[in-house]
């Protein structure tokens, strides 16, 4: 069965950190680029990081750009999303996804994937 499995959200207060993780079972997620999007209740889902499959094309959305780092472990087909100094806005549903097709910076924007995982919540709050 082929999925993505995310882990690490939570409640957090501002100016906080969390780390997402996402694994790949089913399928090599070096074949894949990798992205991380978001939802916020009443919203569109957005890119906010998406990185290449090598690990070295990466793309921020402007609001996560120095707060957030995506990073990849290929040998253990596993991604993350390290999320520094949190603001309230960054609450949502986060979701990790797979494209074999396309560059970082297509992905993130054109919100497109392959395969989605099931998502995870983080929720900012004092």
């Known amino acids: 069965q082929l999925q993505l499995v995310e882990s690490g959200g939570g409640l957090v207060q501002p100016g906080g950190s969390l780390r997402l993780s996402c694994v790949a079972s089913?399928?090599?997620?070096?074949?894949?680029?990798i992205g991380w999007f978001r939802q916020a209740q009443g919203k569109e889902r957005e890119g906010v990081s998406c990185?290449?499959?090598?690990?070295?094309?990466?793309y921020y959305i402007d609001s996560v750009s120095g707060r957030f780092t995506i990073s990849r472990d290929n040998a253990k087909n596993t991604a993350y999303l390290q999320m520094d100094r949190l603001k309230p806005e960054d609450t949502g549903v986060y979701y990790c996804?797979?494209?074999?097709?396309?560059?970082?910076?297509?992905?993130?924007?054109?919100?497109?994937?392959?395969?989605w995982g099931q998502g995870t919540q983080v929720t900012v709050s004092s």
């Open positions: 990185i290449s499959k090598r690990g070295l094309n990466l």
């Open positions: 089913g399928f090599t997620l070096d074949d894949y680029v």
């Open positions: 996804a797979a494209v074999q097709l396309g560059t970082a910076h297509s992905m993130c924007r054109q919100v497109t994937a392959n395969y």
